[in-house]
């Protein structure tokens, strides 16, 4: 059964069709990207997802459940977490502070907490030489590894990554890259969204290609990587 699944969905907002007709499966443990230029769906189809935006019509299952009418809270609850794009962290607060807030919904769990702090501290070592800093305090890749690391802290099973390279300098998005590789090697399902496609078609068991609200190209992430158009339109060759 597919962690996520997403059949013939259909976003408004007032008269712009944003969303039309996507259909698109995350199975367990595999990482699926979802490229596409600017405007083209993206955000909207992840912002749909955690119901952050209503659909006007399709369907979204979470482990065969339909969850196309669930709460935000909910579908949170259920374990699907959002990285959200540009890197949100509460600059005043911790590293420590920040990554706690990752599993604010299991506060009373501390043994847990703390075991899974040490998790992500091993991860990224940089973090836990920052542990007492304020986020606000720390470069643009390791805002990045902390919103990657809060994620991480609330056990999420699937993790949804908007856009986790952008505006990071070249050796930054490696590092972030690297880190998705070791994250999925962990067994975690992951549904990446980039306009880096190269990167997030490198990294992919599967890849969708959407243009203006429309999935045009879909397939494992080598063949599309290889695939005559998406290297014309996308990887700039
Ligand atoms: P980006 O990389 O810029 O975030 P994207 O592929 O994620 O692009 P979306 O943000 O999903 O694209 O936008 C899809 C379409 O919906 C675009 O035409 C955009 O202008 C429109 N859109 C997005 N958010 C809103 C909104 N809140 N109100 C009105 N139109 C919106």
């Known amino acids: 059964m597919p962690m996520l699944k997403i059949e013939n969905l259909h976003v408004y907002y007032g008269g712009i069709h944003a969303l039309k007709g996507i259909n698109l499966t995350v199975p367990q443990g595999k990482v699926v990207s979802l490229i596409g230029a600017n405007g083209a769906g993206k955000s909207t189809t992840l912002r749909t997802i955690t119901s ?26 259920k ?9 949100r962290v509460f600059a005043d607060l911790t590293v420590y502070e920040n990554l706690n807030l990752g599993a604010y ?12 702090m040490d998790k992500v501290f091993e991860l990224f070592p940089r973090l836990k030489e920052r542990e007492w800093q304020t986020a606000g305090t720390l470069s643009g890749g390791e805002q990045q590894m902390l919103a990657i690391g809060r994620a991480l802290m609330s056990r ?32 975690m399902t992951i549904l990446l969204i980039e306009q880096n496609a190269r990167a997030a078609l490198k990294v992919a068991d599967y890849g969708y290609v959407i243009e203006t609200g429309k999935i045009v190209l879909e397939g494992p992430g080598k063949e599309l990587a290889d695939n005559d158009e998406v290297r014309r339109s996308y990887l700039g060759e």
């Open 52 to 77: 952050l935006v209503k659909p006007t019509s399709g369907k979204i299952y979470f482990q065969g459940e339909d969850i196309t009418q669930a709460k935000t809270t909910s579908v949170i609850k």
């Open 79 to 87: 374990g699907i977490t959002l990285v959200p794009e540009g890197r």
């Open 105 to 116: 919904l299991r506060q009373k769990d501390k043994n847990g907490i703390q075991k899974d």
């Open 156 to 187: 999420p099973s699937v993790m949804m990554m908007d856009e986790p390279s952008l505006g990071l300098a070249p050796i930054v998005v490696r590092d972030v890259f690297n880190i998705i590789r070791e994250i999925h090697d962990s067994g």
